[in-house]
């Protein structure tokens, strides 16, 4: 019986930092989701699967990773301006204000 490493999710997100170093934003994915479903409450993890989705050119699915990143850590910068910045390029508009105290223009 083949051991795994106790921080395996570390390792898959480390994985999925170089594929996405590499321009390879799609096989960086579900690197990032294997981190996530062993530690879910990472922003870090969070935002790298955001930002490998923006990558990817599905902003749609990576703005909930951004929200969730911040939700989890309101300090986090890369994330919140990602969110951001989709925000004020969307149609709809979430609402930013919840985290910036101020509304998305």
């Not at 909930?64 to 925000?87: D, G, H, I, Q, T």
């Amino acid at each position: 019986m083949k051991r795994q490493p106790k921080d395996v999710d570390s390792v898959h997100n480390n994985l999925g930092n170089a594929l996405l170093q590499q321009g390879r934003a799609a096989e960086a994915i579900p690197h990032y989701q294997q981190a996530l479903a062993g530690k879910p409450e990472s922003p870090e993890y969070h935002n790298n699967l955001g930002t490998a989705l923006l990558a990817s050119g599905r902003p749609a699915l990576a703005i909930p990773e951004f929200k969730k990143a911040v939700e989890l850590n309101p300090r986090n910068a890369y994330s919140l301006l990602y969110w951001a910045m989709r925000c004020c390029n969307s149609a709809r508009k979430p609402p930013l204000w919840n985290v910036t105290g101020k509304r998305c223009a």
